[in-house]
């Protein structure tokens, strides 16, 4: 059961995308995130599929906050992780619950930031945070769009500390990406701007 937060956020959720070194990535923020966290935080990680359920498990390991694989109609708790499950794109509904479908790939992938981002732009608008990791392709670049013309905040792997710059740098040059940050830098930022409204 979860614990009314005396914290008061200035966002509500933050939504993280990664894929090649996103492991690590997630791992580095996570890691450094306060038990107390009081939003609610959800990933989209493109990862082979033999090894995409054991991401939860791994992560647990490495974070003090409860990780786990998203589930079909939950609701949306602060200060836990939800994980898209393999092979489906996550979204948030207005309700605040989760949805996952196997709707066409996007970008090639399934699960999509896009759809993710998209979703959480729609709910949270102003109140939202994207943050773009290391990882190929452009996944991500249009989600980051919606997020920034509703009003979220958006954050972009620096390229010294991406393992592969390609959706960082797509999500950069929409224009759209409020902060550059190497990747020890993004957990205090979250921290910063959830619990204090700026960096």
Known sequence: MATECSIS?????????????????????????????????????????????????ILNRRTPLPVKQAEEGEQLIPGTVYLAAPDRHLLVNLDGTLSLTQTEKVHSVRPSAEILFKSVAKKYHKRAIAVVLTGANMDGSKGVEAIKKMGGKVIAQDESTSEVFGMPAAAIQTGCVDWILPLDKIADAIKNLVMGGQI
């Open 9 to 57: 956020p200035a966002f509500d959720i933050v939504a993280l995308a990664a894929s090649a070194g996103g492991l690590n990535a997630l791992s580095c923020i996570l890691s450094c995130l306060p038990t107390d966290f009081p939003a609610g935080i959800v990933v989209v990680q493109h990862m082979s599929r033999q090894h995409r359920s054991f991401l939860a498990e």
